[in-house]
């Protein structure tokens, strides 16, 4: 059984469409985040959130919006795509809040703006 | 603020030979430090974790690393390298207030025949 799912795994739309990205664990952790990862493979946070609660919110266009129906879930909707959100996209899951709780990862989205 | 350096975007190893990755760490609080792989076209993996406790830390895979406070640094070693181990390291730090890993920029370790 997959712990952290996405979908899709590929990504491949025109500058200006909207898309969204699906992430689901089963792990029963309270906390999920969102991270990009750069074409050099920088990899940094852009949302979190803990039993369906925001409480990371880096500096992110909000054309990007994080949706978190139930804690199992966290979606990730993106409007206006520019060629620069060309990334992959990481969903992880944590037991709860503590900086020592084990992040679990998913397997990424590769997005491709064309 | 917290900071991850790793020394070397790529390594290259021949198989049976030591690994050896470079992390340096910059925090203000005591740290706490992961180094997590990320295998082709895969997400990221925990390798261990550093939470003040021993300073040497044993992870998967037969990786091990080792907490130097005098150095600010976390490298990760493996006595013997396998094909494998052939994938993208990632050092990170969190601490104190901080609820997010800051991660470093990885290396890409490659293992010869």
């Known amino acids: 059984d997959t712990a952290v799912s996405q979908t899709p795994k590929y990504l491949v739309t025109q500058m200006g469409n909207d898309k969204s990205i699906k992430c689901e664990q089963n792990l029963g952790h309270d906390t999920m985040y969102w991270y990009k990862q750069d074409s050099k493979k920088f990899l940094k946070i852009m949302f979190s959130y803990n039993n369906k609660e925001l409480i990371i919110n880096e500096t992110v266009p909000n054309r990007f919006s994080p949706k978190s129906p139930d804690k199992a879930h966290l979606n990730l909707h993106i409007n206006s795509l520019e060629l620069g959100d060309s990334a992959v996209y990481f969903c992880a899951s944590s037991k709860g809040t503590s900086n020592l709780d084990t992040q679990y990862f998913g397997p990424g989205t590769r997005l491709t703006v064309l | ?113």
């Open chain 2, 1 to 113: 603020a917290q900071s991850v350096t790793q020394l070397g975007s790529h390594v290259s190893v021949s198989e049976g030979a030591l690994v050896l990755l470079r992390c340096n760490y910059s925090s203000s609080v005591p740290p706490y430090l992961f180094w997590y792989v990320q295998y082709p076209n895969q997400g990221l993996q925990l390798l261990l974790k550093y939470t003040s406790a021993a300073t040497l830390v044993k992870g998967i895979n037969g990786f091990e690393a080792e907490f130097k406070k005098s150095e600010t640094s976390f490298h990760l070693t493996k006595p013997s390298a396998h094909m494998s181990d052939a994938a993208e390291y990632f050092c990170a730090v969190t601490g104190g207030s901080a609820r997010q890993l800051t991660f470093g920029s990885g290396t890409q370790l490659t293992v010869l025949p």
